[in-house]
């Protein structure tokens, strides 16, 4: 099988954890463990979060004196998609020996007149109190909203389009190559008014930009790993319960927050509904579970995985 992964910020740091770069390292090695597997019987292609770090980096820039101004939002993503990918790269290199891997800086064109930069929603950086939220959104021009108990920084999150780099991608997946990339969701970009790409003050969102990928690449399973076990209805009443098995239909029936779990939501129904293949929502040490149809909240068509075919 085809598979493309959505591994969360949470695989790197985990919320309330220093970014120390060591910890990060560690943290994703546990992840890599459990993907080698998958990579080991399937097709692999592998996407990654990176607000904590395009936070930490945004705030060194801004901190830094010897600049004259900060570097874009785009420059610094660029940044942790080189930072994240080559030590993905280089721990799936160590857990498949013989294997070729790729980490891929890559590209997710954009609309410059999207909604979403009227609106800004999507997380990045790490978590404060709401005191020093409102004591960096005053200094340094930031937007903050609450996330939880904390308080973080949110930038525009426009709708990814397409992924510039997708043939070779493709090319390299077809070779047997294992792909780590679109981190962060891809590097925002637009083409200006003599069709030229150029950055943009964004993030886009990781989950939908490994949808559109998925669907792209014709994958036949697309898995949106984070640390939570199952998607939930009802979170935070007295009736909720873990969702198993669904259709997009029924998922959408019920509100997801909008900064966390409801662009998941998002992705994982809108690349079911287009190709008619599984998506799934779960834990990253369960993944191949997952694929397995025991573990996770798996959403098909019709409800029902694994499928005989893919026994």
Same mark, same amino acid.
């Given at each position: 099988?085809?598979?493309?992964?959505?591994?969360?910020?949470?695989?790197?740091?985990?919320?309330?954890?220093?970014?120390?770069?060591?910890? =990060?390292?560690?943290?994703? =090695?546990?992840?890599?463990?459990?993907?080698?597997?998958?990579?080991?019987?399937?097709?692999?292609?592998?996407?990654?979060?990176?607000?904590?770090?395009?936070?930490?980096?945004?705030?060194?820039?801004?901190?830094?004196?010897?600049?004259?101004?900060?570097?874009?939002?785009?420059?610094?993503?660029?940044?942790? =998609?080189?930072?994240?990918?080559?030590?993905?790269?280089?721990?799936?290199?160590?857990?498949?020996?013989?294997?070729?891997?790729?980490?891929?800086?890559? =590209?997710?064109?954009?609309?410059?007149?999207?909604?979403?930069?009227?609106?800004?929603?999507?997380?990045?950086?790490?978590?404060?109190?709401?005191?020093?939220?409102?004591?960096?959104?005053?200094?340094?021009?930031?937007?903050?909203?609450?996330?939880?108990?904390?308080?973080?920084?949110?930038?525009?999150?426009?709708?990814?389009?397409?992924?510039?780099?997708?043939?070779?991608?493709?090319?390299?997946?077809?070779?047997?190559?294992?792909?780590?990339?679109?981190?962060?969701?891809?590097?925002?970009?637009?083409?200006?008014?003599?069709?030229?790409?150029?950055?943009?003050?964004?993030?886009?969102?990781?989950?939908?930009?490994?949808?559109?990928?998925?669907?792209?690449?014709?994958?036949?399973?697309?898995?949106?790993?984070?640390?939570?076990?199952?998607?939930?209805?009802?979170?935070?009443?007295?009736?909720?319960?873990?969702?198993?098995?669904?259709?997009?239909?029924?998922?959408?029936?019920?509100?997801?927050?909008?900064?966390?779990?409801?662009?998941?939501?998002?992705?994982?129904?809108?690349?079911?509904?287009?190709?008619?293949?599984?998506?799934?929502?779960?834990?990253?040490?369960?993944?191949?579970?997952?694929?397995?149809?025991?573990?996770?909240?798996?959403?098909?068509?019709?409800?029902?995985?694994?499928?005989?075919?893919?026994?």
């Amino acid at each position: 099988m085809r598979v493309v992964v959505a591994l969360g910020g949470n695989a790197l740091i985990r919320r309330g954890d220093r970014p120390d770069a060591e910890l =990060q390292r560690s943290n994703l =090695q546990t992840a890599v463990r459990s993907l080698t597997p998958l990579a080991e019987r399937h097709e692999l292609i592998i996407t990654h979060g990176n607000g904590p770090q395009v936070g930490v980096l945004s705030l060194e820039s801004i901190s830094d004196p010897n600049l004259s101004r900060p570097y874009p939002l785009d420059t610094i993503g660029a940044e942790t =998609q080189g930072m994240i990918g080559y030590w993905m790269l280089q721990a799936l290199q160590n857990a498949l020996p013989g294997r070729q891997v790729l980490a891929l800086v890559t =590209q997710t064109l954009v609309s410059a007149v999207d909604p979403a930069f009227d609106d800004p929603t999507k997380f990045v950086g790490q978590v404060y109190s709401r005191e020093d939220a409102e004591k960096y959104a005053k200094e340094y021009g930031w937007t903050v909203k609450q996330d939880g108990d904390y308080w973080r920084r949110v930038v525009p999150s426009p709708q990814p389009q397409r992924v510039i780099e997708t043939r070779l991608i493709r090319q390299a997946v077809r070779s047997g190559t294992v792909v780590v990339c679109a981190g962060g969701g891809g590097i925002p970009v637009y083409r200006n008014d003599v069709g030229q790409l150029e950055g943009l003050e964004a993030v886009v969102d990781k989950d939908l930009t490994a949808a559109l990928l998925a669907e792209t690449l014709e994958a036949d399973a697309f898995l949106i790993l984070t640390d939570v076990p199952n998607v939930v209805r009802g979170f935070g009443t007295p009736k909720a319960e873990p969702i198993t098995h669904t259709t997009p239909f029924e998922l959408r029936s019920d509100d997801y927050p909008a900064g966390s779990m409801g662009p998941k939501i998002e992705a994982v129904c809108g690349f079911v509904e287009t190709t008619g293949d599984m998506a799934a929502i779960g834990r990253v040490d369960q993944c191949v579970q997952i694929l397995e149809g025991t573990a996770g909240t798996i959403v098909t068509p019709n409800a029902t995985w694994p499928l005989a075919s893919t026994l």
